[in-house]
């Protein structure tokens, strides 16, 4: 069974950048794309970005580009989300999500037990 | 960018009942459409893709319906377990994914 787990919470004074990791079981790595969203406290979810784990190309949600950067290392199937220049406002639960198609359609299955990021100075 | 909308922000039904929620695209999407459950604390979980297509393992109560722009996601005889937040999202054009703002589910 597929799983995504996350590394733990961050706590980060504004400016600072924060790396959160996600790592990925059994053979989805490389076949499938990867998201990142998160949620800020009592908020909706958010879309970060995207990444192909495969030749690791990369999409950026518009307000967070130049800040956010996504990579991966498929030696040990973990994808990793940095967010640089941090400010309160990133103070959020970050997730990863796996992306596959079904019937045609495209879909997050599976997703990371979470990542809280902590803003505070 | 194709923007969603949902309604309502937030609903109280009682155990038992059935609720409607909606969801307009602000572009045709076909039927391009899922529906995701987040209770709190724990990640999203995948109810509906294909704008009516359930997802394994997900309970028949759960439906969904439209296409194009308009989208509904249908709960009958409302569970205990059921009450969370629900998010929509299109998949015809991306990225980027936009979700709808949520519509939290209460116990009445």
């Known amino acids: 069974q597929v799983q995504l787990v996350q590394s733990g919470a961050e706590v980060k004074k504004p400016g600072a950048s924060v790396k959160v990791s996600c790592k990925a079981s059994?053979?989805?790595?490389?076949?499938?794309?990867m998201h990142w969203v998160r949620q800020a406290p009592g908020q909706g979810l958010e879309w970060v970005g995207m990444i192909n784990p495969t030749g690791g190309h990369t999409t950026y949600a518009q307000q967070l580009q130049g800040r956010v950067t996504m990579t991966r290392d498929t030696s040990t199937s973990t994808v990793y989300m940095e967010l640089n220049n941090l400010r309160s406002e990133d103070t959020a639960v970050y997730y990863c999500?796996?992306?596959?198609?079904?019937?045609?359609?495209?879909?997050?299955?599976?997703w990371g037990q979470g990542t809280t990021v902590t803003v505070s100075s | 960018d194709i923007q969603m909308t949902q309604s309502p922000s937030s609903l109280s039904a009682s155990v038992g009942d059935g609720v409607t929620i909606t969801c307009r695209a602000s572009q045709n999407v076909k039927t391009y459409l899922n529906w995701y459950q987040q209770k709190p604390g724990k990640a999203p979980n995948l109810l509906i893709y294909?704008?009516?297509i359930l997802q394994t393992g997900v309970p028949p109560r759960f439906s969904g319906s439209g296409s194009g722009t308009d989208f509904s996601l249908n709960i009958s005889g409302l569970q205990t377990e059921d009450f969370a937040t629900y998010y929509c999202h299109q998949s015809y054009s991306t990225p980027p994914i936009i979700f709808g703002q949520g519509t939290r589910l209460e116990i009445k």
């Open positions: 999500a796996r992306e596959i198609r079904q019937q045609n359609y495209y879909v997050m299955d599976v």
């Open positions: 294909g704008a009516s």
């Open positions: 059994g053979d989805t790595f490389t076949s499938s794309y």
